[in-house]
């Protein structure tokens, strides 16, 4: 099993371009969550999918907007990037009233 | 919402030592308090949790300890070794949610 997956591992664009980080789970769990990491501010929660077809905001949504595509998939997308989103960004799941979570290996993702 | 605050954020060791991290956090009606561990290029894996119903737990070299009524839990290392050295995250959530609230991180060091 590959746990989560994320693509792309590494990413640059520019001020105002759009794109869509991508994230995949074959451990059959039903949430999965959006989460990034900056130096010094730990991991704050994006998104979560506490289940397919459902969506919530985390601490810090604005700039975003995700899709829970079907159960294994969980997409996040900045419409028009701004230096401030340059960060890493990690992708988790974990089964329902379960608290463990599983992380993917991360997005490092540059806005210039 | 949940704070946690974590302590210190920058920790060196020399090999063989103990290290101690240590965690507070705001809300009283948390039940459930997870460490994870960040190898670099990598995501946070679990490492070890407790539940606010048991007070210490042990692992091997890693050991947890919990005091509910000043909110507090802290993660003992004991015989650090090289492969220890990674940053260390706390995190706090309560049932009902399950979605964790992270402290800042500890990045430990281990010098061989």
């Known amino acids: 099993n590959a746990g989560v997956t994320q693509t792309p591992k590494f990413q640059v664009l520019k001020t105002g371009q759009s794109m869509t980080l991508q994230c995949a789970q074959d451990m059959n769990h039903n949430s999965m969550y959006w989460y990034r990491q900056d130096p010094g501010m730990g991991l704050r929660l994006i998104y979560y999918?506490?289940?397919?077809?459902?969506?919530d905001k985390g601490e810090v949504p604005n700039g975003y907007n995700v899709s829970r595509l079907n159960k294994r998939e969980f997409s996040l997308r900045l419409e028009s990037a701004a230096p401030s989103q340059t960060s890493v960004y990690f992708c988790?799941?974990?089964?329902?009233?379960?608290?463990?979570?599983?992380f993917g290996s991360g997005t490092q993702l540059s806005v210039l | 919402g949940e704070n946690v605050e974590q302590h210190p954020s920058t920790l060196s060791v020399q090999e063989g030592d103990s290290a101690v991290i240590k965690c507070t956090y705001s809300d009283s009606a948390s039940n459930y308090f997870p460490w994870y561990k960040q190898e670099l290029g990598k995501g946070p894996q679990l490492i070890i949790d407790i539940r606010s119903n048991v007070g210490e737990k042990k692992d091997q070299r890693i050991a947890v300890t919990l005091n509910k009524t000043a909110k507090h839990f802290s993660l003992h290392i004991t015989e650090t070794q090289p492969e220890d050295s990674a940053v260390y995250f706390c995190a706090a959530s309560k049932g009902g949610s399950y979605i964790p609230t992270f402290g800042r991180g500890t990045s430990l060091i281990v010098h061989p």
């Open positions: 988790a799941s974990s089964l329902s009233g379960e608290e463990k979570l599983f």
């Open positions: 999918s506490a289940s397919e077809g459902t969506t």
